[in-house]
């Protein structure tokens, strides 16, 4: 019977010394964003995180950007943000500036219709700025090489019109 306890405790001892250890292990979530950013980095894609305003509140997402090629001309700024719902007032389906004062230009209209129709449900967000296209991605359903494939397609696209 004195074995019995004796091993009990020696397990119980293990498991006090164990236990802590395993809790700092990065989740299998983290390790497979860490993964895909680092993907992403040797895509030369920038990752910034971002908090985006939606209807139902706040939320913090990702965005994937690659640089636009240089140019003189200044470029104008803005962002297009899925919303939960279709609206007259939006500036596609469900897609709507996310300030309204900082529109694309009339000449990019079209393109970014046909853009928004083709995105994939885990893209909530595309930001063009001075520098960079980007979009706003949830990080799942897609790969890196899916999104690098997508961004320099929708680049090439915007730059020139």
């Excluded at 019995?4 to 250890?21: F, Q």
């Excluded at 046909?114 to 980007?134: F, H, K, P, R, Y």
């Excluded at 494939?149 to 680049?155: E, G, I, N, P």
């Amino acid at each position: 019977m004195d074995n019995y306890w004796t091993i009990i405790l020696i397990i119980g001892a293990i498991a006090l010394a164990v236990g802590p250890v395993m809790m700092l292990q990065p989740s299998q979530r983290s390790r497979r964003l860490s993964e895909l950013r680092q993907a992403a980095a040797q895509l030369s894609i920038r990752i910034r995180l971002s908090t985006i305003t939606l209807p139902l509140g706040k939320k913090e997402v990702a965005v994937y950007s690659l640089s636009l090629p240089t140019s003189d001309t200044v470029r104008s700024q803005w962002a297009l943000i899925k919303q939960d719902y279709t609206h007259g007032a939006n500036f596609h389906n469900e897609w709507a500036w996310e300030n309204p004062k900082q529109a694309a230009p009339d000449f990019q209209h079209a393109t970014l219709r046909e853009i928004l129709a083709s995105l994939d449900s885990s893209i909530v967000g595309i930001e063009m700025t001075q520098n960079t296209l980007g979009v706003y991605w949830h990080e799942k359903s897609l790969t890196i090489e899916q999104i690098n494939q997508l961004l320099t397609a929708y680049r090439d696209k915007l730059a020139s019109t």
